[in-house]
């Protein structure tokens, strides 16, 4: 998928999302999107469509939304729990210091407070956050980070390497030994976190149902 500006929202999506879930057999779904900052919802209002829509559909399993921050709307995030997913994922994706040359557009704290806004709406949703490590953080940043998510209530969390995605994209300052990615798991299990995935190709939704 290239960068551009999106399409008109297509309305049809979310029923034909149930059909393909109804078709693959599927037995837990994670559901996520291109950002829509464009729209007034952020996109919140197709989420919930999608969720309700697969539901409709007879689906008796699992639903994850991985959601973008909404520039920190709680009316969007109210629009997400309206439809009751199993979980409500939102990345950190790296640490604070590394924002701005990484997520320019995005803000530490605000993406923190969707993960407390969630909780502070209904305190029982599942909640699941993510980053991804070798662009020249600090053992220290990263047990900092992990200890800000964990702070939230956040009950799942995952850790992978980061892979360039392009030639053009920021590289890779390092990889990470399966020992490291070990390592993090068990800082991030001390804090208090359910269940956390940590591997060089683990990503949110990789081993998804695992986190149950």
Same mark, same amino acid.
């Given at each position: 998928m290239k960068k551009g500006r999106p399409? &008109?929202? /297509?309305? #049809?999506?979310?029923? =034909?999302?149930?059909?393909?879930? =109804?078709?693959?057999?599927?037995?837990?779904?994670?559901?996520?999107?291109?950002?829509? /900052?464009? &729209?007034? /919802?952020?996109?919140?209002?197709?989420f919930r469509e999608t969720v309700e829509e697969i539901r409709r559909a007879g689906f008796? #399993? =699992? +639903?994850?939304?991985?959601?973008? /921050? *909404? !520039?920190?709307?709680e009316r969007a995030i109210e629009t997400i729990l309206s439809a009751s997913p199993d979980v409500v994922s939102h990345? +950190?994706?790296?640490? $604070?210091?590394?924002?701005?040359?990484l997520r320019e557009k995005a803000d530490y704290n605000r993406s &923190? #407070? +969707?993960?407390? !806004?969630?909780?502070?709406?209904?305190?029982?949703q599942k909640t699941k956050s993510g980053m991804m490590l070798g662009l020249e953080e600090t053992e220290q940043e990263i047990t900092e980070t992990i200890k800000d998510v964990s702070v939230t209530a956040c009950d799942f969390f995952s850790i992978g390497q980061y892979l360039a995605p392009e030639k053009i994209s920021y590289?890779? $300052?390092?990889?990470?030994?399966?020992?490291? *990615?070990e390592y993090y798991k068990e800082k991030a299990l001390d804090v208090g976190f359910l269940h956390v995935e940590s591997g060089v190709y683990v990503r949110t939704s990789y081993n998804a149902a695992a986190y149950f």
């Open positions: 399409a &008109l929202v /297509d309305y #049809g999506e979310p029923s =034909r999302v149930a059909e393909a879930v =109804r078709m693959l057999g599927m037995d837990y779904v994670v559901i996520t999107s291109v950002t829509r /900052d464009d &729209l007034p /919802d952020g996109g919140a209002g197709i008796n #399993g =699992r +639903i994850e939304v991985l959601i973008p /921050d *909404f !520039n920190g709307d990345n +950190i994706e790296t640490v $604070q210091r590394l924002y701005t040359v &923190l #407070g +969707i993960l407390k !806004n969630i909780k502070k709406l209904n305190p029982i590289p890779v $300052q390092r990889y990470l030994t399966p020992e490291e *990615f």
